[in-house]
C-alpha cells in the first residue's frame, strides 16, 4: 500500500445555509471521513485556516497569503492509503466537495528509501 | 489527527436548528435586543465552525456543548475588542457597565433553566404586538426555529425576498423600539401571552394545512410551534389554561399526521383516515393537556375547538363519532366567535348526526353566508348535501361552483368525482361508489 494525499482544493460552503443545510452537509463529511476510517485507509487529516502568509523569494518577502489572485484555496488535506493513484482517484471520488465547486488534488507522497 | 478508531457519535436529526434558536435567545440577553443580528452572526459562525472542524477531528461527543463553547469564545472576543464593545452599547454610558457584566455573564450562558428563560425570553420579544402579525410569525420561525428565509418561505407558500424583508423590517423595529428582552410579568402578561399563543396557532395552521409529501418542510413547522408551546407550558408565565388547551388542539391535530396523506400524496378527509394510523400516544398527551386546560372558568375559543378535536380523536371511526357532542361544542364555540366558517363547520357536523335535510336548513340561517361565497367548501359542501339528499341537479350546479373555486389538483379531483356521481344519477346510470 502507499500513501496519498489529498488536498482540499475550495469548495467553501455557502456561509448562508440554514442550519439544517449546514447539518446535512456536515454529516456528508463526516459520514465520507468515517468510510475511510472503517475501511482503514486513513492516516491523517487536518482543516486549515484559509488565511495566511506567504513569505517568497530570495528576499523572503512576507504577503498575505494565500496568494491574492488565486480564487480557490486549499482548506484542508487528508493522507490515505492506496494500492495505486487509480485507486486513490477513486476514493477521492467520495468527497462531499464537488457538490460545492471543489476539487481534491491527489498526490503521490514519495516513498523514500533508506 | 486519529491513529486508532476514535468513537464514533452521532447527531441527533435538527440539532443544528434546534440549538441555534437557544444559543441567538441566550446571546441576545447578553448583547441587547438591539445587537440580535450580532447574536445570530455568533451563531452562524459556531455552526460553520464545526462544519469545517467535525470531519476532521468527529463529531464531539457533546455536539451542542461544543456549539456552545465556541459561541461563548466568540462573544468573548467581542465584548473584549474595545471598538466592538462602543457599538454594542445601547448608549455610550453603558459602555462601562457592559465590559464589567459581560463577560462573567458569558460564561454562564446556556446553562440548563436559564436556557429555557431566554429562549421564552426571545418568543415574547419575536410576539411583540409592535410588530405585524406576519412578521412575528417569519420571526419566530426565523430565531427560534433555526429556519432559514428560502425554507420560511416554503412554509408559508410566499416568496423568499418577501420574508427576507419581512425579517429586516422586523429586527430594524426590535432596534428602534428598544424592544426588552424579558418575560411580561402582572397584568402585562396575560395579553402579552395571548400575543404568543396566536402566532403559535397560526404557525401550527400554516404547517398543517397542506399536503406534505409537496411540502416536508410544513410538518417541521407544525413540530416547531408544539415545541415552542411545550416550553411555554413548562414554565410558570406559561401555566395559563389557554397554553394547556392549545397543546391539546395541537396534539390532537399531530396525532393524525400519518394519516392524512393516502398512498398519492394527496390529503384524504376525516372520513377516509385509516384510524389505526393515529398516534395514540399523541391522543393520550392531547387528553392529559385537555384536563390541564379545564381549570379556571374561562373557556375560549381554542378549548372549544380542542374539545371537537379531542372528540374525533376518540371516535373509533367517522360513523361512530358523537356527532352531537361535536355540535353542541359547534354552538358554544358560535357564541364566543360567530363566524360563517364556523356554522358551516357546524352543518357539516349536524348532517352526519341529523341528516342532509337539517344542515341545509342550517345553512340557509347562517348570517353573512356571502363571505362564503368564494370559500370552496361552502359550495362542496352545498353540493355533498343536495346529493345526499337527492337534488341532483342543485348539487351539480353547487359542485361545479366548487370545483371552479378549488385550489389543488387533489380538492378538484375529488370534487369533480362527486360530480360525475351527479351526473350518472340524473342520467340513470348505475352509480359507481364515490371512493372518499
Known sequence: ?114 | MRDERPDVHSIADHLFRRESGKMVSALTRVFGTHNLVLAEDVVQEALVQALRQWPFAGIPRNPAGWLYQVAKNKAIDIVRREQTLSRLAADPSDVAALSRTAEPLIHELFLGEEIKDDTLRMMFTCCHPALPLESQIALTLKILGGFSSAEIARALLTQEAAIQKRLYRAKQRIREERLEFEVPSGAELSSRLQAVLSVLYLMFNEGYSASFAEHPIRRDVCLEAMRLCKLLTEHPAGSYPSVYALMALMCFHAARFDARLDDSGHLLMLKSQDRSRWDRNLISEGFRYLERSASGGEIDEIHLEAGIAAVHCIAESYEKTDWTGIVHLYDLLLTIKPSPVVALNRAIALAEGQGPTAALAALQHIPDRDVLETYPFYPATLGELHLRVGNLDDAARHLERAIALASSPAEKHFLQQKLNVCRDRRAGRPLEHPTA
Not at chain 1, 496519498?4 to 467553501?12: D, K, N, P, Q, R
Not at chain 1, 463526516?30 to 476510517?37: D, F, I, K, S, Y
Open chain 1, 1 to 114: 500500500m502507499k500513501e496519498f494525499m489529498f488536498l482540499l482544493w475550495g469548495g467553501y460552503p455557502d456561509p448562508s445555509l440554514s442550519p439544517e443545510q449546514m447539518q446535512r452537509h456536515m454529516q456528508k463529511w463526516t459520514a465520507w471521513v468515517e468510510q475511510l476510517t472503517e475501511s482503514g485507509r486513513l492516516r491523517s487529516g487536518l482543516p486549515l485556516e484559509r488565511a495566511g502568509k506567504l513569505v517568497s523569494g530570495p528576499n523572503k518577502l512576507v504577503t498575505d497569503g494565500p496568494f491574492p489572485e488565486a480564487k480557490e484555496v486549499v482548506g484542508g488535506y487528508f493522507i490515505i492509503s492506496a494500492h495505486d493513484i487509480n485507486e486513490a482517484v477513486e476514493i477521492s471520488k467520495g468527497c462531499p466537495i464537488f457538490a460545492d465547486g471543489g476539487a481534491v488534488e491527489v498526490r503521490p507522497v514519495m516513498e523514500m528509501s533508506m
